[in-house]
């Protein structure tokens, strides 16, 4: 038994011994846990840069302060000689509206186009922001903006126009703090009543009456629509610019609204069925090129510190459109244009007021106005001028000279396709248009003449008084070419063109009236009469066939340049002088476009539509000065005082465009 007592002991100790003693677990570790913390200590280090970030664009938010007292700057509105609107510029702000007074559907036209959940977001569309975003994903670059109506308004109010995220947070917070401080009606009101909408017009009701001629309260349905659909991009859906796309954007906008259940179906199909009439005096695109000339003269006649102006112009907006009109129509047509992409027509009464102003096909797609600022040469239009110093020293319509080559010095220019018709009149060789025959009585006359005739009659652009002169080898404008064609048409007096005629202030305070015109006589009774008969023979039976108009009495001259660079029609019929160019921009040849042909037929078409003034059209000549007797030199005393360059001396001078001239063109094709 004790045997067994110590075996048992032994034992026990043995497994006491076995058993060592119980030390404290280890805390296992969860898995994962080590990046749970690294994110956590992520996104507690993002959170402070973010918001570190949005405290730094906080402190460069603008000021709010002037939000409600907001002041339009000052504009000008220009009216035509009739007092129709034309065009306002600066910013042109209508007074403020309130969403009480405004057509229910204007309002759901806006919110259809710009801000579907308007009432329901906070000022940001987390709906609105994903779509755009995926959109954006899916194109590869931005093709839809998330913006909110509230946030639009912060960034017309308070920011700049720049594409950055420092941008996009600004407006985002200015939005939560406009939905903060505003009603969802204020902010709506506050958002009508400062935004663009095209044609210097800031807000609804200056929209409604720049495009509309009336109040936005009295807005028909498809009007409202309109005004809804320019928000997108104003000066690309304007009814000014292109009325047939702002019509189309116009449906989209009732599309919308139909979607929305904003209208009915019957309600949409009856707006869509009513034309949409844009205010007459605001449907004319190509008077802007107009508006872009006198401008700046309007600070210059009047200074600054007047407010808001009213410009009355010389302008007639029928005559704008008929003159635009006749330029795109044969431009357009490929068969008529011979291959000239643009051109520019200048047409002037008679006391050198501007009636319409083209300065090219399209003022949208280019703002460069040709007829005031390109300079081309006049070619076979700058030989009224040749004549009329020659008839001043003597000469006559009668008188015969030898259409045959002739040379000067070491040059010899040509005839249109190298005719010569032999011993003619100069009323023949000018309306067939002989480069022979003009370059010999300029040499007759003499060149010195020729050039101080054209500066007293209006050109004012240098020319070269070599033996290119008389084919028009330099060059004008076409506003410079119309202005010193005037004392062709109205008696021989110069005319110097203005486009104003009085500036007056929104009280109607008279700041500036255009002074009478001097009524300078330049040309003598003889000249005159002898060159209306040459000028209208050039219509009658001569190169200028395509500008008769039935029932006026049209005159003009033809003109057409090296390689068919430039083509001229100058002229006048009725109570208006009309100068049109047609050509390229890069001074490409054209499709053998003559001044018979492209210039001529614009100058048809517009003057057949063009209204009248009233001016005689057929100046009183017992006003002017008796004629000299037929054999007297009326500028004898001057010819005299004024010797021209001896030929001999000239020959020995290198002609430095000899080359150039050799190959004009002679006559005009008929």
Not at 263 to 268: L, Y
């Amino acid at each position: 038994m004790a045997r067994r007592s110590r075996t048992t002991t032994s034992a026990s100790r043995r497994r006491t011994r076995a058993v060592p003693a119980r030390r404290p677990a280890k805390r296992q570790s969860r898995p994962g846990f080590p990046w749970f913390r690294s994110f956590a200590v992520l996104a507690l280090i993002a959170c402070l840069g973010v918001g570190g970030y949005l405290v730094s664009v906080a402190r460069d938010l603008p000021d709010t302060s002037g939000l409600t007292a907001v002041e339009p700057a000052a504009s000008i509105t220009f009216l035509d000689h009739d007092g129709r609107l034309i065009a306002r510029r600066g910013s042109a702000q209508g007074h403020e509206v309130s969403i009480e007074d405004l057509p229910p559907y204007l309002v759901d036209a806006v919110l259809a186009v710009e801000d579907r959940r308007f009432y329901s977001h906070p000022g940001i569309d987390i709906i609105g922001l994903s779509r755009a975003m995926l959109a954006n994903l899916r194109a590869g670059h931005v093709v839809q903006g998330g913006s909110t109506l509230t946030q639009q308004l912060a960034k017309n109010l308070f920011l700049s126009p720049e594409r950055t995220l420092r941008r996009k947070v600004q407006e985002m917070m200015l939005a939560f703090w406009l939905e903060s401080r505003f009603s969802k009606d204020e902010i709506l009101e506050l958002y009508l009543n400062r935004v663009y909408f095209g044609g210097g017009a800031y807000g609804v009701e200056a929209a409604s009456l720049r495009y509309f001629g009336r109040p936005a309260s009295e807005v028909s349905l498809g009007e409202a629509a309109l005004l809804a659909g320019l928000l997108k991009a104003p000066s690309r859906y304007s009814p000014v610019n292109d009325s047939a796309r702002a019509a189309a954007r116009a449906t989209v906008v009732l599309d919308l609204m139909a979607q929305t259940g904003r209208i009915s179906e019957s309600e949409r199909i009856a707006a869509a069925e009513v034309p949409i009439r844009v205010s007459r005096g605001a449907s004319s695109p190509g008077a802007q090129y107009f508006i872009d000339w006198v401008s700046p003269r309007v600070r210059e006649l009047v200074g600054d510190g007047h407010g808001d102006l009213v410009v009355h112009t010389t302008l007639d907006v029928d005559a704008q459109r008929a003159a635009e009109a006749a330029l795109n129509a044969v431009l357009g047509d490929t068969d008529l244009a011979s291959g000239a992409g643009e051109g520019a027509i200048v047409s002037l009464a008679h006391d050198g007021s501007v009636r319409a102003m083209v300065g090219g096909r399209s003022y949208v797609q280019s703002q460069f106005n040709r007829a005031v600022l390109a300079q081309r040469q006049p070619g076979s239009a700058f030989k009224p001028f040749v004549y009329a110093s020659a008839f001043e020293a003597g000469l006559r319509p009668d008188d015969v000279r030898d259409d045959a080559p002739v040379r000067v010095g070491d040059w010899e220019p040509q005839n249109y396709n190298d005719t010569y018709r032999g011993e003619i009149t100069l009323r023949e060789a000018f309306y067939r248009s002989s480069n022979s025959v003009a370059v010999q009585i300029a040499e007759e006359t003499g060149r010195g003449h020729v050039a101080r005739l054209a500066r007293r009659l209006g050109v004012e652009s240098a020319m070269r008084v070599d033996r290119s002169l008389a084919l028009g080898a330099y060059e004008v404008t076409p506003l410079e070419l119309a202005t010193a064609y005037t004392p062709f048409a109205n008696g021989g007096v110069r005319a110097d063109t203005h486009g104003i005629a009085r500036i007056e202030t929104a009280d109607g305070e008279v700041l500036y009236v255009a002074p009478e015109a001097a009524g300078e006589l330049v040309l003598d009774a003889r000249t005159y009469a002898y060159m209306r008969d040459l000028m209208q023979a050039v219509v009658r039976e001569g190169t200028g066939r395509n500008a008769a108009v039935w029932g006026l009495e049209a005159a003009g001259k033809t003109g057409t340049t090296n390689e068919f660079r430039d083509a001229w029609f100058a002229g006048y019929a009725g109570d208006l002088v009309t100068v049109v160019w047609t050509g390229n921009d890069d001074n490409s040849p054209t499709d053998h476009a003559t001044g018979g042909g492209p210039p001529a037929r614009i100058f048809g078409a517009y003057m057949r539509e063009a209204p009248r003034d009233g001016v005689a059209s057929q100046p009183v000549l017992a006003a002017l000065p008796n004629p000299p007797a037929a054999a007297a030199d009326p500028l004898a005393d001057v010819l005299a005082s004024q010797p021209d360059p001896a030929p001999a001396e000239e020959a020995e001078t290198p002609d430095p465009i000899a080359a150039f001239l050799a190959s004009l063109g002679g006559p005009d094709s008929e």
